[in-house]
């Protein structure tokens, strides 16, 4: 399970090895198969770099989960003021990539 007002995000590549991973610029991980993402943030920029070959960006967003926004809004004020302020009523996409790392050209 995921870490209150974090989201794990699967990561899959076809390279296996000496793969880093870059969370809005900052080296979080190397050949992990899963990151944890901040829902405090309503966009993040996940970076997958390998030596000789391009790296790769891709754009996460935070979006409202409506059943949550729902539940919440039928049970009142109180669990609406929870899931805002730990960021539950929140998910972030895409929750599962695949990328293809390509060598560079030389």
């Known amino acids: 399970s995921d870490k209150i007002g974090y989201q794990t995000i699967r ?5 296996k090895t000496d793969v880093s991973i870059y969370v809005d610029d ?8 899963s990151i944890l993402l901040s829902k405090n943030r309503n966009a993040h920029f996940v970076t997958i770099k390998k ?7 891709q754009y996460f967003s935070r ?7 729902i539940f919440d809004t039928i049970l009142f004020a109180v669990p609406l003021l929870v899931d805002l302020y730990t960021n539950e009523i929140y998910s972030i996409n895409p929750q599962d990539i695949r990328i293809n790392l390509r060598k560079e050209l030389p």
């Open 26 to 33: 900052q080296q979080i991980s190397a050949e992990a198969s």
């Open 63 to 69: 979006d409202i989960r409506p059943a949550v926004a």
């Open 51 to 57: 030596n000789g070959f391009n790296p790769v960006t």
């Open 11 to 15: 990561i899959h590549t076809n390279e």
